[in-house]
């Protein structure tokens, strides 16, 4: 039996764990990066039409098979935990100060919110943010970024889909999914 490419899509999708970049499934199905996203792109709208209780996401740069948010709330006793239970509001802040300002210092997120930038340590752990270079300046601090994790807990595709700052009421905790 010869797999056709949607059903290999889909199957890869469902195997890897983790979101595919167009590059990875072009090349596990002998074909172009763009003819790839546009098989992906073709499979991902059968999806929708069929109603199969799957949707294609695309985040943090690749493409992951997930539950409609329409289905997550009848669904929620069958679901593994949120994945950042517990963190504090005042690491909130130090992850959007490093979300939104990237690359920065601890220094620069402490004059930013105007205390203790202790819970970068915490962000770390849990695979949130990472160092990402020195500074060029006195000392050389630690310059800190956000990583594919942040993109994937957080549903974006990169830190360019993060929402205005002006964005009245919207408050970044809002952002978590679970």
């Known amino acids: 039996m010869k797999a056709t ?13 983790r979101p595919l970049r167009a590059a990875e499934l072009g090349k596990l199905l002998d074909m172009s990066e763009a003819q790839a996203r ?9 999806l929708a ?15 992951r098979l997930v539950v409609p948010p329409a289905l997550a709330q009848q669904l929620a006793p069958l679901l593994s935990p949120p994945p950042l239970p517990g963190l504090s509001g005042a690491a909130l ?22 205390g203790s930038a202790s819970t ?21 601090p630690l310059l800190y970024a956000t990583t594919e994790r942040f993109l994937l807990e957080f549903g ?23």
């Open 93 to 114: 802040e130090v992850l959007a100060v490093i979300a939104y300002r990237q690359p920065v210092t601890r220094a620069e997120i402490e004059a930013m919110r105007g």
């Open 120 to 140: 970068v340590i915490t962000l770390q752990e849990r695979e949130l943010i990472k160092v990402v270079g020195r500074a060029d300046a006195v000392g050389q």
């Open 38 to 46: 546009a098989q992906i792109e073709a499979y991902a709208a059968d």
């Open 5 to 17: 490419v949607k059903s290999l899509i889909g199957a890869a999708l469902l195997a890897a764990g």
């Open 156 to 178: 974006l595709r990169d830190v360019r889909d993060l929402p205005p700052l002006q964005a009245e009421g919207a408050e970044f905790s809002q952002l978590l999914r679970g």
């Open 49 to 63: 039409r069929a109603e199969l209780g799957f949707l294609v996401e695309e985040v943090a740069g690749g493409f």
